[in-house]
């Protein structure tokens, strides 16, 4: 297969007669052939919903909160501390890239 050639799958739907024909209409109002105009309206619909789904919304309260969070930390707790105890002494001893031990 040559760097030019795209591989390509194939999506099919069964439709009733009467949404065949208001697809095409849609289509040949927009100027395209029914497969672009499908192809497209999904695409469109499937970035929207996967935007739609990355995106973490806050209201304005909650947007407040969360940037108090992070301009007044809370102090390290005991679990944190020993962590950071534990990672320092990983890095110390060059052990940074090897799996952590577990405590028990």
Do not use: C, H, W
């Not at 789904?53 to 947007?63: L, M, N, V, W």
């Amino acid at each position: 297969m040559s760097a030019a050639t795209e591989e390509r799958g194939r999506i099919t739907a069964r439709v009733s007669s009467l949404v065949a024909e208001k697809l095409q209409e849609a289509a040949d109002l927009s100027g395209a052939t029914l497969n672009q105009f499908l192809v497209q309206a999904a695409l469109e619909k499937a970035e929207k919903i996967i935007d739609q789904e990355r995106t973490i919304r806050f209201s304005q309260e909650d947007a407040a909160m969360f940037i108090s969070a992070l301009d007044n930390p809370s102090p390290p707790n005991k679990a944190l501390s020993k962590a950071y105890a534990r990672y320092k002494n990983r890095i110390s001893n060059g052990l940074y890239n090897q799996p952590a031990e577990r405590d028990a």
